[in-house]
Nanobody, 122 residues
Framework: QVQLVDSGGGLVQAGGSLRLSCAAS????????ISWFRQVPGKEREFVAQ????????NYADSVKGRFGISVDNGKNTMYLQMNNLIPEDTALYYC???????????????WGQGTQVTVSS
């Protein structure tokens, strides 16, 4: 099993920044891709960004390109999502996720974090 603990959410004003963290433990060698998804109540969960653990490949949703950046610290088995120039539409529950396929589709996710709330005020 792989355990994911995501943290770093909070309340921020529009234009501000937050950095989310995702700490992985357990049999992490079973996963090669770490992703972030987000969900607003009443809406489908949507893909935000992902990277391979070695940092060679990353993908971003069009809605966050140029504002969000993803990075990994292999020594700590931790992945970070730096979110800049936040807008109210970024308000959501953000989930860290892990799988073995570089894809934005949820069906490729094997493990999920518990979620961390991000709220952006206007």
């Amino acid at each position: 099993q792989v355990q994911l603990v995501d943290s770093g959410g909070g309340l921020v004003q529009a234009g501000g920044s937050l950095r989310l963290s995702c700490a992985a433990s357990g049999r992490t060698w079973r996963t090669t891709v770490i992703s972030w998804f987000r969900q607003v109540p009443g809406k489908e969960r949507e893909f935000v960004a992902q990277t391979t653990w070695n940092g060679d490949h990353s993908n971003y949703a069009d809605s966050v390109k140029g504002r969000f950046g993803i990075s990994v610290d292999n020594g700590k088995n931790t992945m970070y999502l730096q979110m800049n120039n936040l807008i109210p539409e970024d308000t959501a529950l953000y989930y860290c996720a892990a799988g073995s396929t570089l894809s934005s589709e949820e069906r490729h996710i094997n493990y999920w974090g518990q979620g961390t709330q991000v709220t952006v005020s206007s």
